[in-house]
């Protein structure tokens, strides 16, 4: 089994999503499988591909749509694949909307991307343990 956390990004701004990839491939254990700037890409991707991803990272501001869409279609996810937000806007508002979509967490860009490796390191030690001991 590929040890590396199977990640899914939708993020509109190229420099965002690269830096973003760059240090989570390094700092944890992901491996991006792919990304989307629009909803309806990601929306499409998502479906296509439902058992080929255990992480998604969704921004809500994109060139096309809002992540709240994205979110919107995560609903019927397996219980082992998680979903988090990662915006500019995670006020106590947006975060209450993230949580009625059953998001697992929301993380500001501005001060919160310790808080996302930490809980990319989690999640890649949790679904990687030997299934007995979950």
């Known amino acids: 089994m590929d040890p590396r ?5 939708v993020e509109d701004n190229v420099t965002i999503r ?12 992901i491996s991006a499988i792919g990304f989307a700037e629009t909803e309806v890409e990601a929306v499409r991707w998502l479906a296509e ?9 969704v921004d809500l501001f ?3 749509g809002s992540g709240l869409g994205v979110l919107q279609a995560c609903a019927s996810r397996r219980p082992d694949q998680k979903v988090v937000v990662l915006s500019n806007y995670a ?16 993380f500001d860009k501005s ?24």
Not at 5 to 9: A, D, M, P, S
Not at 49 to 57: C, F, R, S, T, V
Not at 92 to 101: E, G, L, M, V, W
């Open 5 to 9: 956390l199977k990640t899914y990004i």
């Open 18 to 29: 690269e830096n973003l990839v760059g240090t989570l491939e390094e700092l944890t254990c």
């Open 49 to 57: 591909n439902h058992d080929q991803w255990e992480l998604a990272i």
């Open 91 to 106: 006020t106590p508002d947006i975060r209450k909307r993230c949580a009625q979509f059953g998001v697992d967490a929301v």
């Open 111 to 134: 001060n919160e991307i310790d808080a996302l490796i930490d809980f990319c390191i989690g999640q890649s030690s949790t679904l990687r343990q030997p299934s007995s001991s979950r």
């Open 62 to 64: 994109l060139k096309q």
